[in-house]
């Protein structure tokens, strides 16, 4: 059922309320007139000039409290009253002098205009707050669009918010760009797609008195961009407009936070790019130095010992096992940046995967770190490949910013529901603005951005792979100790596949 449908009937009813009002109050006005006759002839019996006095304060209230029609009313009748009980003859609706003819129509003029006055003040009373009503609905409404969140489409969530704040059935916004319609509002509008798209594409405008609804275009300068239509109360030309101005300006702003995301994408993809090209080569610089010094000594001296030739063979063989991790490695770092993680479970000891990343990490390593398991811990399902990654990426920063004579401590110890492993350096430490901030891709502390280097994708990678397993990755710290801690359930919750 269309709710529009039923208006007319609707304001029809409106009026003949109004109009029921507007009599039961008139009686009541008569009936107070009636009351100042009976006390100012029967209960204090005073002369005709006091009892018009108190007829002219009755109706000046009755103006200001009600309006213009019931103190017409009130006047009428005082002045009928007036001359029948209080000028001569008394009791018959006769004058015979005219000085009396005078003063009964002055007073009738006198009641008629200030009650007129009093009635338009009133209702400029009533406009005034009228469109401070309206300038507060702007207001709150331009506080809206800044407040508007990625949710879901912001034209829509415009239709919303105008539909909370204003005080219409229904709203309709046609945003040319997307060639949607958004609708909001307790009630339905329908049946003006055509005119709304012409009034995006022309600039006009259109209304339906019976339906009490009004469409007009949004422009952003003189392009038209969109069509706003709202059912209801009646809505004067200037809020409309100022409604459609706000709407123009709340959907130029969503395009452009729309091309500062694209813009900002394409450059952290070019910044990941140049990233991943300087950690390949710095990476890769050491293993393929190892390797090249292995082939030429045995190319320059193919005569050597057979204990030499192995020697060097397995030096090869192990950098080269050490240069196809790096590039696995890379790979799935920049897989990873993409936010595209997906989990390959099975059943490990952490502790032995620990073991295993510090010995193939023995030459940054130089036997600065310690591993130290808890006994009796069970192996728990989660995607080795990816943990390992994640606990490089910590431990490299460890190796990096702690000093070489103190040790780097690796502890992998259980918990209620959970497995933790912490990661334990003893340098500067990290100041407590920097631990906000430390997981957010990119990000590198200004002390050390010159001094040592790095990507600063390395943790944001580590807490994005704990965060895919169910767990977390935190950080407490002080001056001469720093520790990293990842979390994991040992129940298998937060799966993602």
Known sequence: MRAAANLPTIATGGRAKQLLKIGLRSLVSIAGVGLVTFAAYRVFQVNATTAGFAYLLLVLVIASTWGFAEACMASLAATLLLNLCFLPPIGKLTIYEKQNWVAL?????????????????????????ARRQDVEHLYTFSRAILLIEESEPFAHQLAQRLAEIFPVDAVVLYDRATDEIYRAGPSEFDGMDD??????RHGGSFSDAEQRRVITAVRLGSEPIAALGVQGAHMPDSVLQGIANLVAI????ARAQDLAHQIEAARRSEQLRTTLLDALAHEFKTPLTSIKAATTSLLANPDQPQESRTELLTVADEEADRLEVLVDDAVEMARLSNADIDLHKELVEVSEVIRELVASMHNECDRRV???????????????RLVRLAVKQILDNALKYSPAAKPVEIRVHGGEGSLAVDVTDHGKGISAQEQVRIFERFYRGPAIRQQIPGSGLGLSIASSIAQAHGGDLTVTSRPGETTFRITLPVDGKGERN
Request: charged share 30%; net charge positive; glycine share 4%.
């Open 195 to 200: 005119q709304l798209r012409d009034a995006a």
């Open 370 to 384: 310690r591993v130290i398991p808890e006994d009796g811990l069970a192996p728990i399902a989660l995607d080795k």
């Open 250 to 253: 709340g959907l130029e702003r």
């Open 105 to 129: 129509f002055s007073f009738l003029a006198t009641s008629l205009i200030a009650s007129r006055l009093s009635a338009k003040a009133e209702r400029r009373t009533r406009d005034a707050i």
